[in-house]
């Protein structure tokens, strides 16, 4: 049964979900929401595994959107989604050419024994929010909407022994049962070849970097080329690599940040979208999936950059009312408030 929190966006969103489970159980089939027409996991993963090379430096004066990990939980990624108004209310693109970045973790809703909440009870939810935002990348053009590889995905990748419990969800059907999902995750497999050139594990756009959890220095080039190989052949992630998805240090680290304007965070979970670091290091996980537990709020970053200035809001949408801090190079400018309500069909703000 869904079940939907006091955020109106969210309220909204759970609408399209029910609608595609409703047409999964008449017709059969997958079905499709927005710009994505689902295909089962091993024809879509064989199909797009090798079809584009990687992206993982931008040069642009669009907006960035980061939002933080998603863990399975696809009414939360299209509530925030359109909460900052890179979709519409059907899931269809609307970010003209802005960027949107997933900080990792878009895997293992399910295995941690004491959720109970389900807001969307799709055995299908990876698979579908993997070729949800495959299929929105296309329309964004010449936007993006690009995923770091977290931690999970990785493990996932690996079959790290202490994530055995995520094997035992229900999600896991979702990919064909346990053997399948092996088959298809196996390093040089689909799944993970399909990684290796749609998500880089460091993403560069401008002079600013998004990553999983945290970067002690060296080239973005260099080191998405080392995970490449890695994930084709097997080899043992190095510590470095490593450190990008596993650190909880917050990565302040002075030199590492010598020469790049800001670093954007997943993995460690923040009570609001946040910086630190004196404004270097951003903070986006907030764990909006229900993964945890109901959620009551969504939160993002976004990024405006103009010639010699950036302009940075943290957004943070609880009780209905969005509300926006302002950054100018680091300093804080502003606070803005909006809040919604129904008008018959329509969702408005008020803005304070």
Not at 99 to 128: A, W
Not at 287 to 303: N, P, Y
């Amino acid at each position: 049964m869904y079940r939907c929190s006091n955020l109106l966006h969210k309220c909204e969103m759970r609408k399209v979900l029910v609608k595609l489970t409703e047409e999964r159980k008449r017709t059969g089939e997958l079905g499709s929401l927005g710009p994505a027409r689902f295909e089962p996991p091993a024809e879509f993963f064989r199909r797009y595994a090798r079809d584009q090379r990687l992206v993982h430096s931008i040069k642009t004066l669009a907006p960035v959107i980061a939002i933080g990990d998603i863990h399975g939980d696809f009414l939360a990624l299209l509530s925030i989604l359109f909460v900052t108004g890179v979709i519409d209310a059907q899931g269809h693109w609307k970010g003209r050419n802005s960027i949107v970045v997933l900080c990792g973790d878009l895997l293992d809703r399910g295995g941690r024994g004491d959720v109970t909440v389900s807001t969307t009870p799709n055995y299908q939810e990876e698979v579908d929010i993997l070729q949800y935002l495959h299929a929105l990348n296309l329309k964004a053009k010449p936007g993006h909407v690009i995923a770091v590889l977290g931690n999970h995905e990785i493990r996932n990748i690996y079959m790290d022994q202490s994530f055995e419990h995520y094997q035992d969800s229900p999600q896991v059907e979702g990919w064909g049962g346990l053997q399948e999902k092996y088959s298809l995750f196996r390093p040089g497999g689909p799944v993970s070849t399909y990684f290796s050139n749609h998500f880089p594990i460091i993403l560069q756009v401008n002079h600013f970097l998004f990553a999983h959890g945290g970067y002690q220095g060296g080239s973005p080039n260099e080191l998405n080329r080392e995970v490449q190989a890695a994930l084709r052949s097997g080899k043992v992630l190095s510590p470095r690599l490593n450190f990008i998805l596993e650190d909880r240090s917050g990565s302040c680290d002075r030199k590492a940040l010598q020469g790049w304007d800001g670093l954007v965070l997943g993995h460690t979970v923040v009570e609001e979208v946040k910086g630190t670091c004196q404004n270097k290091v951003w903070m986006v996980d907030i764990a909006m999936s229900e993964a945890f537990g109901e959620s009551r709020k969504l939160g993002a970053l976004e990024i405006q950059f103009s010639p010699g200035q950036t302009l940075i809001k943290t957004l943070m949408y609880e009780r209905n009312t969005l509300k926006a801090e302002y950054y100018l190079n680091g300093q804080h400018v502003a606070t803005k408030t909006t809040k919604f309500h129904r008008r018959g069909q329509r969702l408005v703000g008020s803005s304070s």
